[in-house]
């Protein structure tokens, strides 16, 4: 069974995270950062919000997939 969904509060204060994920992403660009730069500062920036404010819905269905795999790959005898 999958966790609840988040709630409209932590839905909220996701969406201002990721928004400035996103601003911070633009002025790396404008300072001059290469797309490599952005792309690891936003995964980076990803992750740690991840850490901070877990989507319980999200990590649920990541474990159903990765569990879905392991047994695949078990099936297969890999």
């Known amino acids: 069974m999958l966790a609840a969904e988040l709630s409209d509060e932590s839905k909220m ?3 201002v995270a990721m928004e400035g994920i996103a601003n911070s992403a633009e ?3 404008a300072a001059g950062a290469d ?3 952005v792309q690891t500062f936003i995964h980076g920036a990803k992750r740690e919000l991840a850490r901070e404010m877990p ?3 999200k990590m649920g269905e990541a474990a159903i997939a990765s569990r ?3 047994l695949k ?3 297969k005898g890999e």
Do not use: C, F, V, W
């Open 35 to 37: 797309d490599t730069e």
């Open 68 to 70: 879905q795999y392991q």
């Open 55 to 57: 989507d319980p819905k």
């Open 73 to 75: 790959k078990a099936i």
């Open 13 to 15: 204060q996701r969406a």
């Open 27 to 29: 002025k790396l660009m």
